[in-house]
């Protein structure tokens, strides 16, 4: 990534919370002349989930070096990170606020990945959830104080509320993947929340001839991207072809004679965006194919710089099962027969 690496997420307790419109932010941002005089141009992300133990928020700088290679400079942490920066948050609803403290992420468990930046220290602010309670509804500012008299950076979002899964879905229920027709997966959502993915988790062990050793793996099936409300509805609906479900499993198991499974369990994941998420995608839906413009234009809700500061929600159905139907595809159709479940 270049000219500056963005934060792709922040971990909810252990799990990284990654999506579509996540993995979207690492587009290269080409509107920065780092070879011109230089400019203090901040590179701000953050995602608010009022669920998480703690909130992280990545604050770098971009950077040009005048006497040489700016991938060489992207390898010195003083060219990334401000040396005295100060990062705060006001729940604006609450009044309640936070300064945040600035932390190595490796220490805490998230080691920046191997690329063009200097991976040590990987600097991120953060401030524990019990320091700053957040709600659905609340509004949230940010506020990055470069000094040097330079004007302070700002943004505001509003925190979403949960996701409230319909159709009486619970732990241990039965999700049924007809191979030739579709299945509907409906929702509920604050109106703050305007994009969506959702995700199946997909646990199975795995027993082969001669080893008395029972595997455990997961896969995760991403059934649906970018989905949008309709008509401004609070319930959100969206549908998934059955027969992708085998496919899915066919295309990421190795077929192997040697092999028993057991589909053990599923977990469904409900993942929402803010109004800034929605916009990001949006203008870079509009910029892509035959008749896009050559740059994608940038988007960005910061005061100053580049970046987003937003909200993001996150709601998982555990433990859930095959009916009996699936189960038997699953065991004899010829395209997943030779996967050995049984």
Known sequence: ????????????????????????????????????????????????????????????????????????AALEPDSIYYSDATVSLLNLTTGKSAIL?????????????????????????????????????????????RGEGLDKVTSECTVLDDIVPQGGLATGSKLDFPSDHDV????????????????????????????????????????????????GSSTISTKVFGLQFYNFLAENIEARPDATRLLTSMDLVFKGGGEAVAEYISIALANTGITSAQEIPVYSNLSEGRGIFTSVVETTVPGLLLTADSENYLQNAEVTKDLNFQ
């Open 1 to 72: 990534m270049r000219p500056y690496q963005y934060l792709c997420g922040m971990k909810k307790v252990a799990i990284l919370a990654v999506s579509l419109w996540i993995l979207s932010l690492t587009a290269c941002d080409q509107d920065i002349d780092l070879t011109a005089d230089w400019q203090n141009i901040p590179v701000v992300y953050g995602l608010l989930n009022k669920a998480d133990t703690a909130h992280y928020i990545r604050v770098e700088k971009a950077f040009q070096d005048q006497n040489g290679s700016a991938f060489l």
């Open 101 to 145: 403290q600035k932390v190595d992420g490796a220490l805490d468990g998230y080691p920046r990945d191997a690329g063009d930046f200097a991976q040590l220290p990987n600097y991120l602010y953060k401030v524990k959830s019990n320091a700053l309670p957040l709600s659905g509804g609340d509004v949230v500012r940010f506020t990055l104080d």
């Open 184 to 231: 509907t997966f409906r929702w509920r959502a604050g109106d703050e929340a305007l994009i969506f993915d959702l995700m199946l988790r997909i646990h199975y062990e795995e027993k082969l001839a001669g080893d008395p050793n029972v595997h455990t793996y997961e896969l995760e099936w991403n059934m649906a991207k970018g989905v949008t409300r309709s008509g």
